[in-house]
Every structure is written in structure tokens, then in C-alpha cells.
């Protein structure tokens, strides 16, 4: 199948492994990964937690529509992985065809804490420092993801792999 602008864009909540899926994602489809966090860093040469602790939450937002406006220009042929509020973007379906990646809120902390350098990926995300209000995030971008869905994989206990193999069969790529 063709997908839109030939890109697909991965969203879903922090932790759910977006990232992790779109490196394994473009290794297998030999395309190029583009992540929005990392675009943002490089772009403003500032870490994601900096921006947020100087300039405040809404001038990241921003900051993630001019770049939503970039992709769905410029960019083609990619796997675009997304921060967990990207998905607000008003474009957000113009860039790509988006597929929510989907896990319970209890699995992705269990994720975060089983993962390598555990500590410093909970202290990157500011909006996880409160673990009751990251839980009532969750709630409610869950409505935003599946509004903005064209797919939703649930990854809960998948590995990359399977989840990988599980999006190729959906999007026939
Ligand atoms: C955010 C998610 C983060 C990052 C920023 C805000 C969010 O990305 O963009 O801290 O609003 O959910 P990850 O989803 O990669 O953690």
C-alpha cells in the first residue's frame, strides 16, 4: 500500500517505545528515521527538559506545530517518530500516515523502569515527574491518539519485532 507522502508517523504516549519501533521500523524498510524530539534538540540546540525549564511548555508547542508544518511540506519516504504531545499538531495527518501505538499506562511505566539507564529517561520527561498527573495525561491523550489514528497497534508485551512485522502487514510495506 501507498502511504501518504510515502511517510509513516508514529504516535503515542512517552514510553510507549515510538522510538525504539520507528529505528527498528526503517532498518527494516531501508528508509530514514526522523524523530520530532530529536529535530527539536538539534534545531534549537537545546535538550527537550531545557526548553522546557527556560522558555515553558507552550513555546515547545510551538515549536512542534512550525516543525509539524516542516514535515508536511518537506519531508518524504520517512519513518517520523513523534514526542507524546505531537499528536496535538492541527496537521499532524497531512505529514504521514499515523499509526497509534497503543499500551496501558501501568505498562509503559513497568517499560520505562525495566529499561536501561531507567533514571535518566524518566528525568528527561518533564511531564513525568508527576507520576498521578502523567496518569491523568495518559487518560486523555489516549481520546486524542485514537482520534488522530489512521491504525492503532496494541504493543503491550510485543517486542519490536512483532510489532514491526504487525504494522508491515496493516500498511502491506
Ligand atoms: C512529551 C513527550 C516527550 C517530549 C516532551 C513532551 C509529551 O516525548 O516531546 O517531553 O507532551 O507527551 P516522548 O514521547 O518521546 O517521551
Known sequence: MKTKNNNIVLI????????????????????????????????QNMKIK?????????????????????????????????????????????????????????AIMQRLKNSKNSEKKLAKRPLLSDLKKAEALHLEREKLYEKKADYIVEVEGKTPKQIVKEIRILLKV
Open 12 to 43: 503515542g504516549f512517552m514510553g510507549v517505545g515510538k522510538g525504539t519501533t520507528a529505528r527498528a521500523l526503517s532498518k527494516a524498510l531501508k528508509t530514514m528515521n526522523l524523530d520530532c524530539d530529536d529535530l527539536l534538540e538539534s534545531s
Open 50 to 106: 531545557a526548553i522546557f525549564d527556560e522558555f515553558g511548555e507552550e513555546h515547545f508547542r510551538r515549536l512542534e506545530k512550525d516543525l509539524a508544518k516542516f514535515l508536511a511540506t518537506n519531508v518524504k519516504n520517512a519513518i517520523i517518530s513523534t514526542g507524546g504531545g505531537f499528536a496535538k499538531v492541527k496537521n499532524l495527518n497531512k505529514i504521514g500516515t499515523v499509526i497509534y501505538l497503543k499500551a496501558s499506562f501501568d
